[in-house]
């Protein structure tokens, strides 16, 4: 099965400051772990950015924060929606590489991780959260989502990455 892991928003602007920093720390872990696995078995990571970060696209708010390991065979695409499928090529960009299993990460649970995982359902893929890769907003809202919502651990996608 082809998969795709989502990491969204990971964006100095949203996730850069100090008072998110043991947070990102910790969710950047399970997120550079799951994104290893995933490439390794030749599947799919595509972080998505937010244009509604304050400076914009090109400012240094918008750039993935340094935490987050990026690879020269990874994807981006740009969102202005909470949804990252609304309005924008990604649907079609998994759909052309055959991706059928999409895994959600990243900021904000409450916002835009919810919004794309739901998504991802509505159009028919398979989705699920990245256990542990989640950052919310506001306190408890990442256990909220986890709780809510279909949920994979690393174990598990590596498991699927290789199916």
């Not at 078995?41 to 696209?57: A, Y």
């Not at 649907?91 to 999409?102: D, K, Q």
């Not at 509505?122 to 990442?142: K, S, T, Y």
């Amino acid at each position: 099965m082809t998969i795709a892991l989502l990491i969204i928003d990971m964006q100095v602007g949203f996730v850069g400051g100090e008072h998110r920093r043991e947070d990102v720390r910790a969710a950047a872990e399970y997120m550079n772990y799951a994104a290893n696995l995933v490439r390794e078995s030749g599947n799919l990571v595509v972080h998505v950015q937010d244009e509604e970060v304050e400076g914009g696209r090109g400012s240094a708010n918008y750039e993935v924060v340094p935490s987050i390991a990026r690879a020269p065979e990874d994807l981006y695409i740009n969102k202005r929606w909470s949804n990252a499928f609304w309005n924008t090529e990604l649907e079609s960009l998994l759909r052309e590489r055959g991706v059928r299993y999409v895994v959600v990460s990243g900021f904000a649970a409450e916002h835009c991780v919810l919004f794309t995982y739901n998504g991802a359902s509505e159009r028919g893929f398979g989705a699920a959260v990245l256990q542990h890769g989640v950052i919310g907003e506001r306190a408890g809202a990442a256990e909220a989502l986890q709780r809510d919502r279909a949920v994979i651990s690393c174990a598990a996608l590596g498991w699927l990455a290789k199916k």
